[in-house]
């Protein structure tokens, strides 16, 4: 199997330019010039006696002032070879965004996350639960005002 991993074991570089443009990813947000590697992919072929064959790829994203972001053509991962399936859960884990699981992990995710994100959890949060619908207008207004 031939493996070109990301030089950055965290999958974020991080290159400021201007205050005011971001770009948000997985609850996150960045400065124009970051960068992030994108959740693999997996394509697998040649299902016959010889094992599966396959390839692994994560594409580099670059957070850009004006167009969100865009794909670097640069990979984070390429791995390629017989039963490549059996090592993309690693690649899962160490490049995608997972939601939390825990109480605390949720806390710590709000601790962090942008009014936009903060704002559309409120509105699944209030569309789950409709006896909460007065409490619920009061707090949308407020998150929409953007103090």
Not at 89 to 104: D, I
Not at 129 to 136: G, I, N, S
């Amino acid at each position: 199997m031939r493996v070109k991993a990301c030089l950055f074991a965290l999958a974020v570089c991080s290159v400021p330019f201007s205050a005011d443009a971001q770009c948000d990813y997985a609850g996150q947000t960045y400065t124009v010039g970051a960068t992030v590697c994108e959740c693999p992919s997996l394509k697998v072929g040649d299902l016959g006696s010889t094992g599966a064959k396959g390839q692994i790829t994560s594409r580099r994203l670059s957070c850009t002032k004006d167009q969100g972001w865009l794909d670097t053509h640069m990979l984070c991962v390429e791995a390629s070879g017989v039963h490549v399936q059996d090592v993309y859960p690693r690649y899962v884990a160490l490049f995608c965004p997972r939601v939390t699981v825990t109480p605390q992990e949720t806390e710590r995710f709000f601790d962090v996350a942008s009014r936009e994100h903060s704002l559309l959890a409120v509105r699944a949060i209030c569309r789950r639960f409709d006896t909460l619908e007065q409490a619920c207008k009061t707090l949308i207004e407020g998150l929409g005002k953007g103090n």
